[in-house]
């Protein structure tokens, strides 16, 4: 592994992350073509000090003179973009900051991250509880009424979902044929962890709703993750994401994104690329 320094990357690293330099750069994206004196009386700061850090954006090649003025350089447009990315995704790194590094395709998050920047992540287990409560009240109210798509990767626990169904849809008979009907009419699909096996071996009313081809068909098991630690939620146009954790509640940060179409293609990718690791619950039990 190379580890040396590249003390010339670091110096231009150090040049951008100046406040005053910030500033400049954020306000050539928007108007460049201004002189020493325009640029420091729109930014306010004075202009020995606006000089200095002008100097410096030159010799990194984030701007460059002409005459009088200075103009945003092709390099400085490239840089300032993903650092506008930086910025959008640094909103999500409740998450995405405790997810190890190969869970998602870095490439997947990417495509994600111009498209969330008015997220809000929430870390209140109890405004977890209130957003899924709505997801779920909406699902039942739709239950009959048109076509739907129910998928989940990295859930946290078959055991929990068993007792939401019960509480939620109390109408749906735990028998093999009206528990069929249900999942065929939500078009449900998990994938998870091998540990959904324990979940099932240590209760007697999953093993005996999962001794069911037709329902077993539905689950897959992920050989390539040790652990999922977090759920990707998807119901027809609603996405929710959150980390799965041990303390009484289960969850921890979590955001939603509703309507966002992007956020649906961001989830049908994560999902597939786990489906192709995946390998139908019944090869396990």
Known sequence: MDTNLDLDFLGLLDTVSSEVSHKILLLYTQQDGLTLTETANLIEEKISTVRDHIKKLIEAYFIYKKEKQYYMSNFGSFVMKYLSNLEIFNKTRQVFGQIPGELIPSEFIRDLIPYIADIKIESDPWQFMLTST????????????????????????????????????????????????????????????????????????????????EIQDRFFICDTVQNFEFTLFKYNEIIQFFLNEKDALGVGHHFVLKNNKNAVEFFDKVFQYYLAQSKPLTEYI
């Open 134 to 213: 709505g997801i779920l009240n909406q699902i039942r109210e739709d239950l009959g009424s048109g076509t739907f798509e129910l998928k989940i990767l990295g859930w946290q626990s078959l055991s929990l979902s068993i007792d939401i169904m019960e509480k939620y849809f109390s109408n749906v008979p735990f028998e093999k044929e009206s528990l069929n009907r249900f999942l065929t009419d939500l078009n449900f699909q998990l994938i998870t962890d091998k540990e959904i096996l324990k979940d099932i071996k240590e209760s007697p009313q999953i093993q005996k709703i999962i001794n069911n081809i």
